[in-house]
């Protein structure tokens, strides 16, 4: 499937899913003028996987996935490799009133059910 890589640090361990094991890092995260911007690698470790959708998600505690969630946005037509995403929470009334956020990358294959997620990041 794939696996979310940074440039010189990986998890120690990966995240199972279905077989194969993939470590998910976000290379870069930043979060200003409620704006949260995330710079990630997407590498294809089976080599007959293609990506369905790259979603940032965010979420006022630690846990944060596609069910534990207050705001997201999809990303689709991907290609492995580098990407940089952009999310603009202006407009999110419950992202504004929130005193934490978290956030994380997730990503589907069309070959699979499950997301494969990156290191949840606290953005304040």
Request: proline share 0%; hydrophobic share 40%.
């Given at each position: 499937?794939?696996?979310?890589l940074?440039?010189?640090?990986?998890?120690?361990?990966?995240?199972?899913?279905?077989?194969?094991?993939?470590?998910?890092?976000?290379?870069?995260?930043?979060?200003?003028?409620?704006?949260?911007?995330?710079?990630?690698?997407?590498?294809?470790?089976?080599?007959?996987?293609?990506?369905?959708?790259?979603?940032i998600?965010?979420?006022?505690?630690?846990?944060?996935?596609?069910?534990?969630?207050?705001?997201e946005?999809?990303?689709?037509?991907?290609?492995p490799?580098e990407?940089?995403?952009?999310?603009d929470?202006?407009?999110?009334?419950?992202?504004?009133?929130?005193?934490?956020?978290?956030?994380?990358?997730?990503?589907?294959?069309?070959?699979?059910n499950?997301?494969?997620?990156?290191?949840?990041?606290?953005?304040?």
């Open positions: 499937m794939f696996e979310l940074s440039a010189g640090y990986k998890t120690e361990r990966g995240f199972m899913k279905k077989g194969e094991i993939y470590e998910g890092v976000i290379e870069k995260i930043d979060f200003q003028n409620k704006v949260v911007k995330v710079k990630c690698k997407i590498n294809q470790v089976v080599e007959t996987a293609s990506i369905d959708r790259a979603v998600y965010i979420s006022k505690t630690k846990l944060v996935d596609n069910v534990a969630k207050i705001a946005k999809s990303f689709t037509n991907l290609t490799g990407h940089e995403f952009t999310f929470l202006s407009d999110n009334g419950v992202t504004d009133a929130a005193k934490f956020l978290y956030a994380r990358v997730g990503v589907k294959a069309r070959q699979g499950d997301y494969i997620f990156s290191e949840v990041t606290q953005l304040r």
